[in-house]
């Protein structure tokens, strides 16, 4: 469901982005090429001057929520992967080739680059620098949290580009299904 907010602002859609039809998607929002949004997935940005970017390739999974509060943005970076019902909520800026888990909640902060943010994990008010790991479970609330975050190793790397991998060919897929239907 594709609908305007109060303001009268309708999503932005990329002809090659797929979207479930049990996703809701509200107002000012700007979805890139060979995005995935599936079933169930909600992408709020009705209250006043808030928007939602969510930029080329990326795939947000089932049951996910990204909203944005009042006059805020949320900014999702190329190649990221959104996990069944994690949590994005703004302001929040999430950089390029990064994964947030299962359950995780990311509020109020900047995820640079190239990081794993691990399920049921909670982020916020914080800024995490480019290529980190942010353990099953953990809560990171103090910048000084940052500083023993660990270093994503390439097992972690890999893990995270099969899932972009997975996630673009159910794009293709579902897309030639509808065009044949």
Request: proline share 3%; with cysteine.
């Amino acid at each position: 469901m594709i609908l305007q907010n109060p303001d009268e602002q309708e999503p932005k859609i990329s002809d090659s982005a797929w979207i479930s039809e049990t996703a809701i998607i509200i107002g000012d929002v700007t979805i890139g090429d060979n995005v995935y949004v599936a079933h169930n997935a909600v992408i709020r940005a009705d209250e006043p001057g808030s928007s939602i970017v969510i930029e080329d390739n990326c795939n947000v999974q089932d049951n996910v929520i990204i909203h944005g509060l009042s006059n805020s943005r949320v900014t999702i970076g190329k190649n990221t992967s959104l996990a069944h019902a994690c949590i994005i909520h703004g302001p929040c800026v999430i950089g390029e080739k990064s994964f947030v888990g299962f359950g995780a909640v990311v509020f109020d902060c900047t995820i640079g680059d190239n990081n794993l943010i691990l399920h049921n994990s909670t982020v916020r008010k914080v800024n995490i620098p480019e290529g980190k790991v942010i353990p099953d479970g953990a809560t990171v609330t103090e910048q000084e949290e940052v500083i023993q975050l660990k270093d994503i190793d390439s097992e972690q790397l890999d893990f995270k580009k099969s899932v972009i991998k997975a996630n673009l060919h159910l794009v293709d897929g579902y897309t030639k299904l509808s065009k044949d239907n």
